[in-house]
Structure formats: C-alpha cells, structure tokens
C-alpha cells in the first residue's frame, strides 16, 4: 500500500484509540505517532530509554541478525535497522502492538519482520540472533527463569537487557516479589519480579553469558549487556599421530 499524508495521520489516530500509542516512531516528513501519556510515559518515550542502552550498541550493525523481544510498535528494532541491520525480527505478545509496528515498517519502508510471539515461546522463533535486546519485559514475566531461559537460548552473540530493578543491596543478588499481599510497598510496584543489578547479571550468567557488564541504573531502572561464550573447543593435546584421540595405556 503506498501510504499519503492523509491516510497515515489517519491511520495514527485511530491507533490512538486502540491500544494508544506507548511508543513514540518517527515516520518521516515530521510525522510521529504520539501526541499523548499512555501510561505516564514521556511523548518522546522510549528516546530516553534507547540512549541509556545506546552505549552498548556499535554505530553499524551491518550484516548482523537482530532480535527485539517485546518491541511493541518497533523503536529499538528500526533503530537496529538504520544501523544496517542485516535482518531483524520484533516479537510482542499483544497483536495490537505488532499492528501498529507493522503499520510503521510499511510507512518508513523499513525491512522488519515483526510477530506476534509470547517470551516464553521465543524457542519458535527456530534460531540464535547476533544482537538481542530485551527492553521492558523482565519484571513483567511471572515465570521469570523460564524467561530467562527463553531469552537466553535466542542470544548468540551480545544481549541487552533493560528492566526495572530493586534498587537496594547490590552485594547479593536479590529479586523482589511485587505479589506479596503483606508488603504494601511491592504490591504498587509494576510487574512481577524485580532483581537488582547483581541479580540481573547472575541470572544471564547462569545461563553461559560471559562478562556481563552494568550497563546503567538510574530511576529505578537498570540494564546489562553480556557476551554469549563461544562454544568449548575439543582438547587434542592427547591425541596420537594417527589422529586417534586420548593415549595408550597398558592392562595394568
């Protein structure tokens, strides 16, 4: 569909009845999708929020596979693609969402392949991405290490992961239930879990990640990024000339 001024200020404002726009997307020619609080996000939400993870991504992601899991109408995934992102993919588990980032894909002319995918279902997706974001979705997942899991087994490179934290205590890891009906103080918390950074970076570490890194924490917000370790290479200091592996031994 080949998208004029009048048909995409149209398109937005009925997006902005249903689901709202949560997402600012710049879609050329002075035109944006967000006029308004969602959720008492700022207008331009998520800029701020790509410029604390920002320092961990490189000015060119040319010929990489990229994949944004909870990417909503698609900010970090069509900023991966203006770093030249070889192939990306944005996953969301609410249709309205991918709607919207479908919507902004065609408008922009942005190659994204956007899908309707829950976090816990990411194995579906059939492969491992060079570069992973995971922005916003951690504390929102009940079952936070089958998440975790899920998350880690589509990470074959570097993964940014941004979620809001438990600030306090950072010499243990510690992750705090917001469904606790006795701590008033968690239960106005959002979502379902909130590690703090130590937690955060022990839980992908746990899961093969090498030198995970504190990325920021800042508002009650915190992100790492972590390096999949490289697949053990085989010992063939044993192995005899005639390639066979190990040593001979006698029957004593």
Not at 17 to 24: D, K, S
Not at 74 to 92: N, S, W
Not at 208 to 230: K, M, S, W, Y
Request: negative net charge.
């Amino acid at each position: 569909m080949i998208w004029d001024e009048p048909s995409i200020r149209r398109r937005i404002a009925e997006f902005d009845v249903h689901p709202g726009w949560y997402q600012n997307i710049d879609l050329g020619n002075g035109i944006t999708t967000k006029t308004r609080q969602v959720w008492g996000e700022e207008i331009d939400h998520p800029r701020a929020r790509w410029e604390e993870i920002a320092p961990a991504v490189p000015d060119s992601l040319a010929g990489l596979s990229v994949l944004d899991i909870g990417c909503n109408a698609g900010y970090v995934a069509f900023e991966a693609k203006r770093r030249g992102a070889a192939h990306v993919v944005g996953v969301d588990y609410n249709a309205a969402y991918i709607e919207q980032a479908r919507f902004c894909a065609e408008v922009r002319g942005d190659d994204v392949d956007f899908r309707v995918l829950n976090v816990y279902d990411l194995d579906q997706l059939g492969r491992q991405f060079d570069f992973v974001f995971c922005v916003g979705v951690l504390y929102h997942c009940a079952r936070l290490m089958d998440a975790v899991e899920q998350i880690a087994g589509v990470a074959g490179g570097t993964l940014v992961v941004e979620s809001a934290i438990h600030p306090g205590n950072n010499e243990l890891p510690l992750v705090r239930y917001t469904g606790n009906p006795f701590d008033e103080t968690a239960r106005r918390l959002p979502g379902h879990w909130h590690p703090n950074l130590t937690a955060m970076q022990d839980l992908f570490a746990g899961q093969g990640f090498v030198d995970v890194q504190e990325l920021f924490r800042a508002g009650g917000r915190g992100g790492i990024v972590g390096t999949r370790a490289p697949p053990a290479q085989p010992d063939l200091s044993g192995t005899n000339e005639s390639g066979a592996g190990g040593t001979m031994s006698s029957n004593g």
